[in-house]
């Protein structure tokens, strides 16, 4: 099965638009320094993402979660002219690395980089978002979905990362995180405020619409 989602992804990825040189060297990078790099979206989740907002044309962006910025270039791509994404992460170790890569993108002067916490970033931003991409600390995903979607202007679309969790979810497993998500899709499944639907993209994107 390994054999053939890889086969798979290199298919994917080669019939999708190709990965731009920054974040190419992004991608490259994380594997190389990060003991995580699997949490980076990726080439094909990148191309997503990116004509997702290119779709949309968002003046107001919110990111949670930012690792190493490959995302967030993502979704720059399709700010509205005078648009700003805020993104937000805790772990200032990041921080110098990632305004580099920011500082070479055309996006720089959109781009506003918060290290903190969300719960408590997210009240203090200004307007209402058009887009939200949601992709931290799994056992905060509620919280930062409520303070998004209160934010969020009608029709406002919210993106929820790794919602399938590994095929965990649908495998009656019983460990902390899977419940975690167990427990998350199905009060979004139930909330009337939004239209929604997980797409089965890598590890699953709950996407949401205000209704």
């Known amino acids: 099965m390994d054999m053939f989602d890889d086969i798979l992804t290199s298919y994917l990825e080669r019939t999708c638009d190709a990965e731009p040189a920054l974040l190419q060297r992004i991608n490259r990078e994380t594997y190389l320094k990060e003991t995580r790099p699997h949490m980076l979206s990726g080439h094909y989740q990148g191309r997503f993402l990116a004509l997702l907002s290119k779709l949309v044309a968002p003046r107001y ?13 993502c979704l720059a791509e399709g700010l509205a002219p005078g648009g700003e994404i805020h993104t937000i992460d805790h772990n200032a170790e990041l921080e110098a690395r990632v305004r580099g890569y920011f500082e070479q993108s055309q996006w720089h002067d959109a781009i506003h980089y918060h290290i903190g916490d969300a719960a408590a970033v997210i009240p203090e931003l200004a307007g209402l978002f058009d887009f939200v991409f949601i992709d931290a600390d799994k056992k905060n995903n509620h919280l930062y979905y409520e303070l998004a979607l209160e934010k969020s202007r009608k029709g406002g679309l919210i993106l929820i990362d790794n919602v399938l969790w590994k095929g965990k979810v649908v495998m009656d497993a019983g460990d902390p995180q899977t419940q975690q998500f167990v427990s998350l899709n199905e009060r979004l499944a139930a909330d009337e405020r939004v239209d929604k639907l997980i797409l089965p993209i890598r590890d699953g994107l709950f996407l949401l619409r205000k209704r």
């Open 61 to 73: 962006v919110l990111e949670v979660g930012t690792f190493t910025g490959y995302a967030t270039l």
